[in-house]
Nanobody
């Protein structure tokens, strides 16, 4: 079992920045990848960014490329999402998720699956981000 707790959300103006954190506890060495998802008002949940735990692979939604950066501090068992140049459409609830196993993950498989909710086993409760103009 893995427990995930997000923090760092808040209200920010257009063009501002936020850094989300996801503290993991429990069997943190059991999963092969982690990711950030978000759900805006009236929208389906979507993948924002993801990375494999060995740090070899990372992926981003087109809408956040060059603005968001995912990273992990293994010593602290914490996943981060640095969000810059925020836009109103970035508003929503952001969720941290973990999944997979420690077996080999190919780049092609990860590219096709990083943003699929059904590939993740553990989810946090979410943190709210509001970007206002």
């Amino acid at each position: 079992q893995v427990q995930l707790v997000e923090s760092g959300g808040g209200s920010v103006q257009v063009g501002g920045s936020l850094r989300l954190s996801c503290a993991a506890s429990g069997d943190t060495y059991s999963h092969g990848y982690m990711g950030w998802f978000r759900q805006g008002p009236g929208k389906a949940r979507e993948g924002v960014a993801g990375m494999t735990r060995d740090g070899s692979l990372a992926a981003y939604a087109d809408s956040v490329k060059d603005r968001f950066t995912i990273s992990e501090d293994k010593a602290k068992n914490t996943l981060y999402l640095q969000m810059n140049s925020l836009k109103p459409e970035d508003s929503g609830t952001y969720y941290c998720a973990a999944g997979g196993s420690t077996t080999y993950i190919s780049a092609s498989w990860y590219s096709a699956n990083w943003g699929r909710e059904d590939r993740f086993d553990y989810w946090g409760q979410g943190t709210q981000v509001t970007v206002s103009s």
